[in-house]
């Protein structure tokens, strides 16, 4: 099986703006998600909603060696990352069928196959 991560990305601020119901509606759609990952024979290995990138930290390293810590966000941007999951699958036609559930508007979802580091290859290869 490859290891999927499916990165959520979106306007942080048009989420902040939803109303209590239009969120429930929003996680309604990801428990459809793990439910359709599930009944379609993927494994939600994990994932994570994450807190607002203005509480980012950036780590960086100057040409002296020093390392330097500095307050978020990393970049400006239209589009934050929210969320991610882990998902293990060996269909990834029919795993990108099933993100189209948390499609929406103002954001976009990346698939990517991590690495398997025993191999060099994605984790399928």
């Not at 990393?74 to 269909?91: C, I, K, M, R």
């Amino acid at each position: 099986m490859t290891t999927y991560v499916v990165l959520l990305t979106g306007d942080e601020t048009a989420w902040e703006r939803l109303t209590a119901e239009q969120q429930a509606s929003v996680f309604a759609k990801h428990e459809e998600f793990a439910r359709l990952l599930a009944s379609r024979g993927h494994q939600l290995t994990g994932g994570q909603e994450l807190v607002p990138s203005h509480t980012t930290k950036k780590i960086t390293k100057a040409a002296d060696g020093a390392v330097m810590v500095t307050d978020g966000p990393y970049t400006e941007s239209v589009e934050q990352l929210g969320a991610f999951y882990l998902v293990e699958s060996d269909d990834l036609d029919d795993l990108l069928d099933i993100c189209g559930v948390l499609a929406e508007p103002d954001g976009a979802i990346e698939v990517r196959a991590a690495v398997d580091h025993g191999t060099g290859t994605d984790s399928g290869a």
